[in-house]
């Protein structure tokens, strides 16, 4: 027969008096029973305090009293002789387990060298920004110093006089190919920028044979979907646009040889990057910005702009830009977040201007198309400005 609730209730209650008097019979009320008789009870340790230093020291924040201190003053030491041993006045402040604080002055302003620079009120491009954690605008200036100062250890020289059997066209036509690559699996820009970089920087330390070019240009592109997208492709996606001219084991192994080439260091500062910087300081339209991204994307296929600093680049395609749409020149606040004036960013503009007049090859048509649509404003479509006349606007 079922017990009712009642009765269950009751007979729980019984089982648990009957367990307290148990315990109390053999080692009385409230004593928990050791492993071993003959030993004592080990000692209650806390998660973790043995093992750090939690509870030994502490740092007084500025303002807040001390509760652990004694309010009631020590009396004085005396000597065997009965006099008094005076205490010396100390400026920093002990606590009960004589472990020394910081003094507050101290925690109130950080160290020199982590102060950071103060920017003036009307080159604050950042400020708009103050409230949305996720642009990082108070650290937005110190990392585009910081990639700057980066481009010391990424500079590029003549790579191609070290190469046997490639040349400049060569790899002008495998860039426009990861043009195509990049549109087809619709990669961030960063992407194909961070490729270009390092099969230039492998070029630049390892020469290869003519047949390889591709697969160097494909693991590069792989390593840099891994770096830069959120879903990167897959090994096999890449197997299949080379038209299975590679298998897994080639690729992989080419993969693995840009890694150690390069000393596992793919952070390379891009042009890309400092170019949105750029044209967000200048408060440019996407119609001119998109101009000045046509102009960065063809530089990647010139192997001599390919030596310049990325930072100085991108600098002068949103100069040229500026002037061919007629949106004023190099403004100072350009000026403060770049770092170049207008003499230094000057001689590349020209060089890109230079660049973007040659007349284009039938198999190197994959930038030009691309921004000759509509959705990049056609901007390919648009003329260049007069030699003399960007040369006079420039040396003004």
């Not at 071993?36 to 340790?45: F, T, V, W």
């Not at 509760?67 to 065997?80: L, Q």
């Not at 605008?137 to 910081?146: Q, T």
Request: hydrophobic fraction near 40%; charged fraction near 25%; proline fraction near 6%.
């Amino acid at each position: 027969m079922p017990f009712t609730r009642g009765k269950r209730a009751q007979a729980r209650v019984n089982a648990k008096n009957k367990a307290k008097e148990n315990t109390n019979e053999q080692g009385g009320a409230g004593v928990k029973r050791t492993a071993s008789p003959s030993q004592e009870a080990p000692k209650k340790r806390v998660a973790f305090l043995n093992l750090t230093n939690a509870g030994k020291s502490r740092v007084r924040l500025p303002g807040r009293k001390d509760s652990s201190k004694k309010k009631a003053k020590a009396a004085p030491a005396t000597s065997e002789t009965g006099a008094e041993n005076k205490v010396p006045n100390v400026d920093k402040d002990e606590n009960e387990e004589g472990i020394v604080l910081a003094p507050a002055e101290v925690l109130k302003a950080p160290p020199a060298h982590l102060e950071r620079p103060q920017i003036p009120a009307e080159f604050d491009v950042d400020a708009e920004n103050r409230d949305d954690c996720m642009m990082c605008p108070e650290y937005a200036k110190d990392i585009f110093d910081y990639l700057k100062s980066r481009e010391e250890k990424f500079t590029l020289h003549d790579f191609m006089a070290l190469q046997p059997t490639i040349n400049a066209e060569m790899r002008a036509i495998l860039v426009d190919w990861l043009v195509e690559v990049q549109e087809n699996f619709q990669l961030y820009h960063e992407t194909l920028y961070l490729a270009v970089k390092l099969t230039d920087h492998f070029l630049a330390r390892t020469a290869i044979a003519r047949d390889t070019l591709q697969l160097l240009g494909s693991a590069a592109m792989l390593i840099a979907c891994k770096f830069e997208e959120r879903n990167p492709p897959c090994l096999d996606d890449f197997l299949y646009i080379c038209d299975d001219t590679y298998n897994k084991e080639e690729f992989l192994s080419m993969e693995s040889c840009i890694f150690k080439t390069l000393g596992y260091d793919i952070g390379i500062p891009v042009a890309y990057s400092f170019l949105r910087r750029y044209s967000k300081c200048a408060s440019v339209g996407m119609d001119t910005l998109t101009l000045a991204r046509y102009y960065c994307e063809l530089s990647l296929m010139d192997v001599e702009l390919a030596q310049e600093r990325a930072s100085l680049l991108a600098a002068a395609c949103l100069f040229l830009a500026l002037l061919t749409s007629d949106l004023g020149g190099w403004s100072p606040i350009l000026e403060f977040h770049s770092g170049y004036t207008q003499l230094e960013v000057g001689p590349v503009v020209l060089r890109v201007r230079s660049m973007v007049a040659r007349p284009p090859k039938s198999n190197l048509m994959a930038i030009r198309e691309k921004y000759a649509h509509p959705v990049f404003f056609q901007v390919a479509q648009l003329p260049l400005m007069d030699v003399d006349v960007l040369e006079k606007m420039l040396s003004t």
